[in-house]
């Protein structure tokens, strides 16, 4: 597949008149698709009830009429200040009870009967009207689900919901009571309609209350958006996506992605490393113009696997934005990489944020391709080299990498409510076991918690899985390659219980964890194979193989048959060391990259990438700092 | 009298036909006592009124028959679902005006009077059923008054009775004016009825408002816990005790102990390290996985002057707990380690927290002796080990320690409610002083702030008395000892005013202090003899013998009769030589011990216990990390 | 004109026996004013309607009788408890929605009509009673507008007023839409009363909303105090002020001050030092009991602005204060250095806070010129020297300065708003700008923004103004001086919109900015001249001469005529090199000082004042710590 270029673009924001030119300029760029619509609910329809297209139908005409695709959003990230009248109980409220008002966007409670009715409403009429419209080649649900913190909702409306899905989920007070474990501390219900949702407890609530209340506000999500994509695919039958965020975890995207077509993401590398990556000064001043060199790529092979292989970029960092903590511009040749980045990792599609920078509102300090005055920005002449070398260049075709790492949201929702360290948490488990891969110049897949076969991966890494899934339990029994578990892999029963036989039971394995430990900063205990554990650790019984110890001693990994069993948080140099030594084992060619490069493996290239501020050298030629280089493999 | 062991155990989390087995093996482990049912409401009054006592009947049958002696709760630190609805305002408000939900435990405000009222019905039919029951050797009131930040409500029920309490203690609004200087800012109340609590005022509160909110959030503690004391002494002769906590000074803990035969606590050692202790991260680093020296045995000092000399430990932890930031195991030794202090600290029992591991709710990451699948955890044979030497062991007896430590939990109140520099803390200060003595191999008796009499004690501490009661003052005249007092002593009058005459205005020192400072992290001052003085400095201006000065000449400590004034803080080094020399004055012994070893004597014999990560040297003999020894006296 | 001595005085904190005597004293140690009556309404009117003035004649009796001038302050501070009962809805609410509530001070809405009337009810009443009493010299109004962050009240009487004065400033909710940009996420109004304030939004509010609603909180100071001005007016002549606080920025001080005749404002170095200044740990220590070096006199050139030439210190820290996170005491000798220091900026009176230290209350750690107990508090002596010294010296007339510094309140809001950076503030960078100057011992006079005049100023700083007025344009147009203008220059156009043409858009200047960045902690970008640009940068495109570059050679300074851009937030080394060249090429004198020690001119002296701890020469004398020296230019 020919993989192209796109862009965000706000008709309703500029004059009519500038449109045939903007259209023009975005071929002119190389650009093929525009992304329109999803923030337009107030221009669509003004008042309830009277709807207004012509500006949109215009809309569409033009970017039609200059050869451009269009991807169609519905607006329900942004009801108008009217849908408060109608439903002045639909805002979502804060863990600490306040309520989530209008003036910004998101506003809105998954949980809400009456707005989800005014969303398949508005849904429809777009659906209705554009559906069999041949120039909308894609429909884009909503926008960014979750974003600003907005899955958990503590409102009345999540309350009775909340009520509603334990009641099928346990049928019975007493059920719910028992796999709670309500007895401790006399907190049992006698019916339903006595329990509310774990906030502002005195201390902390029952992990299986906040437990199932993470698994019920996932599932709202995927239902809101389900009865959007059921109300599409009445009418259309151009492919539906949604825009998944950054390091958003609130909710199953898996779960999400089994509804729609394509997985698209918004990747702001800058702004992340900001905002939203745990790592020390060095590595963010280091890293500070380009983002850090695993983020992206993670989140890529994630998505890919929440599209089942199809994905795009819906939004990508064409220059400095405006909601990080810091806001520094890229460094020169950055916004190309970013994008060849995504192509190499199979993305469709990748569509920059925004056409031009608005000169007004929140996000007036947010890059675009051309500044307000219409000029170009720095990153238009990256977006069109890109362009260009595509055109050049022949197909980018996805291959199966020879790792594979599986990633599950529950357990990112398990560890949340109970991390038992203050700096436990799951992503940035997977991240460095993630980069520990990358760092040895591997491409890896992600997997979903409930994959049925490993068998084409030769090594698979699975740190923190809380519950493994009877399917993934299944796949590891006589599994044939190398996969590295834990720590607190399968940790957890139903309702966040600890399983007797005691953790972690793995198929052939003998072990038993008889205690374990949160680290503070600072304290590690050293590998007896070289580098520490940090942050955690469990001490191990049991009669599994023991290949390395701690200084005194006591094993820290173990072996049964394919399956190692990491009892702690492996360092970098230790994460290197031990995905080194599984794939020198299973046969798979590791490489010794220089820091900040990165390689990734198509069908038919492999690319690199230098993520340093630093030339460096990859086989024989020097990569400038943001240079991107491929060969045919 | 003869140490014990015990164990906090839940019949109710675990089938019957455990319980036999459970019993037995607690007696095999040397473990004599067991406290149960504190948190069982939900399972004796599973409706309001239909009480349930069959299971506990049987519980304490199967524990009896076994021969363990057994502590009763009252259940009212966790009501059940149902009481909510009876009495929806009794939950607590927090300082934020949000109320603190069912979900967890302590979800009540000491002031609801309909609350109370239930808790008085409950402690009634529990005392008519068990309290002429032998097996029933004691009763606890309610768990851990204060627990979770507690004690201060900020509910309209807490209003109300705060207002009657004013009113008594007051008797007329004109004189609550003049007391708290209300003409200051216009403050003035025509009525109590017109008097708020004093939570989110613009500015701070006055401090004598929040001085007396204090007093009556105290106050309501003590009341509260004497209505229960107060049925069960109709009902048994058994003594009764309340576990306190760890580093709770939210309430008067000698005015609810003066309603109790004995007082007990609850002893996390590694949990209060990381999550209640003022140290810098060497300190934490070297004692993560055994617990500050000092901060066992200056709560283990400071509750048998609670208890008038009865104590006991309610909750030793076994293993790693599940509430603190980071949760370590404990060093293996550091459970016998922690329990022989205990009883060389003249407790009367240590009972363990908990028998077996829940596999469910909150704590299911609370070691236990025994893990959830019934095996043993680590702890459980250093619980034995204990028992054994328990049995070849002479009684442990206490004795009268040669240096006393004046505690007030008043002064507490006063300095958070008016710190004048923001790292200004009442314990913080008193464990500094506690550490100083200890560090030079010392056994210390706390007193309470009305000790009448200091006679016996040759050397006396009293840091930070905010006022120093009568009894104090009538005791420091003409004190034959060495008393060291300061700094911030006697600073205080009725309502938190200051005094004229200036303070700190003790018998027969002529001194004023003309001027305060707080001073921040980094600002010292040194002391003409050595060390430094941190945090609070003052100026001193009088004829008293100038001790030592500052740099510039200006006095820091002076002295007149038996009484040394310190005008500021000491650090470490300065705490140990202004010990050391007060006690030579005074013909008491002292030590140079090397790090983390800690000395206590009993009647008998001295102990010595190794908290520090390497081994030590004591009198010839090598201890290992977590080394207890002992010898005769 | 002869400068003069006061002190802040609450007679009815005190015995009236004991007035005549403090009077006496007063007058003793040269004090010829005092304040008084401020926080006094409860006295002033007990209940509603019912006055008492007998104790304010007899205070105002015994004082006149003295020779003390008076001044006297309306209450409006400090409304009375009855007043809730009359308006339960007059307080503030917090951004998080709580009551600002009863039991300290401010505890009122600025919008709450039936407050406003009672604070022109009893203003009229006042000024009945004491307009024409000819020992009453100057009027204050209310007290320190702003103290404890309440400008900003998120109130419903705020809400209806913003309401209302939205509806003022565009007339129809269209315009506001247009001119906020509203289309962007569909967040247009239908109608006024659809708008709310811009707290509680899901993510941040549109900064035109945020912008607008500063504004308007502003405009509610600015009525307010006009209020109380306009009934003063009508009933005396004398002097109307009101005492500023420091770092205050919530409203316009040039507009509330366009109303009075003198500005004021309280001084309080080293609290300031400890909680509102950006300084790392060296500077905090190093400053710690003389206080920031440039902070004091900032704000003196800034209110003599602010008063148009006219300006007093109200309150003047005599010794440590309770409200600062910590409170050390000033250095001997600084309390003289600091009165010395407001002299030589113009101040024409200098009043102490307080008389004597009150035992009772908020602040009865805070030093007065006395102690509790009547004796003298160290601050007394140097209030006393300074007024020996000020009898023996000529008058102290303020001169023009040769450097002018731009200061605008609506920059600090619009980068409040909009900070783009997180550490990115205001008013520290006009600090950093103005220490910059000073420590080239340069004497400053800062305009308001719409000074339509700078001819008489050679050299100029205008760091930061957001929006350029038409007069500043105006007079920067062919500018004869030298103007360092920038980072962020009239990068805003009305309702905080970016302007096209592209900022700064200077008179003469080609220059356009493509690219801004906030840079985090510890990025920087290397000057070609020397120093650094930290904070921020931006890049710059146009034919203006580039004066200087970055490493790379991209311009981050360039000029045209007399205005120079810079590109960036330049350190201090860059500032003060920077400024020194443009004072060289404008024929004015600098010098090079040695650290902590400032000049100041006046009309017939320099000034010296030593900040520092350590002696310094100054042309051939040593300076003590705390030393002031001046001779006659
Ligand atoms: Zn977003
Ligand atoms: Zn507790
Ligand atoms: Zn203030």
Known sequence: MKRSLGVCYYPEHWPEAQWPEDAARMVAAGISRVRIGEFAWGLMEPEPGRFDWGWLDRAIGVLGDAGLEIILGTPTATPPRWMLDRHPDMLALDSQGRPRGFGSRRHYCFS??????EAARITEAMARRYGRDARVIAWQTDNEYGCHDTVLSYSPAATAAFRDWLAQEYQSPDALNRAW?????????????????????????????????????????????????????????????????????????????????????????????????????????????????????????????VGRGRWWVMEQQPGPVNWAPWNPAPLPGMVRLWTWEAFAHGAETVAFFRWRQAPFAQEQMHAGLLLPDSSAAPGLAEAAQVAGELAAMPDVAPARAPVALVFDYEAAWAWAVQPQGADFDYFRMVLCWYRGARELGLSIDILPPHAADLGDYRVVLMPGLARLRPSALRALDGFGGRALIGPRSNAKADAMA??????????????????????????????SGGGHVLHWREHLQGDAEVLETDAAGAPLIVRA???????????????????????????????SLPEGLRLRDTATHRFAFNYGPDPVVWEGRSLPPAGVAWRAR
Chains 1, 2, 3 share one sequence.
């Open 112 to 117: 809400h009967a009456g707005y989800r009715a």
């Open 181 to 305: 474990g309500n007895v401790f501390w006399s907190m049992a219900y006698d019916s339903f309609d006595q329990i509310g949702l774990p906030n502002l407890t005195v201390t902390e609530p029952n992990p299986a209350h906040a437990f199932d209340f993470r698994r019920f506000s996932s599932a709202q999500v995927v239902a809101f958006n389900r009865m959007q994509v059921d109300i599409l695919r009445r009418h259309t039958d151009a492919p539906i996506l949604h825009n998944y965020m950054g390091r958003e975890l609130a909710y199953d995207h898996f779960a999400v992605g089994a509804d729609l077509d394509i997985a698209s993401w918004d990747s702001y590398p800058i702004g992340f490393l900001s905002d939203r990556l745990e790592a020390d000064a060095d590595h963010k001043r280091r890293y500070l113009r380009q983002g850090d060199p695993d983020m992206q790529a993670l989140h890529h092979d994630l998505y890919r696997a």
């Open 498 to 527: 600890t399983p007797v036989p005691l953790p972690p039971n793995l198929p052939g394995m003998d072990l038993r964890i008889t205690q374990v430990e949160s680290l503070p900063p600072g304290m590690t205990e050293p590998l």
């Open 561 to 591: 048959g394919g399956l190692d069993y990491l009892g702690g948080w492996p360092d970098a140099a230790a994460l290197r060391r031990l995905i080194r030594a599984a794939c020198a084992q299973q046969g798979i060619e590791t490489e």
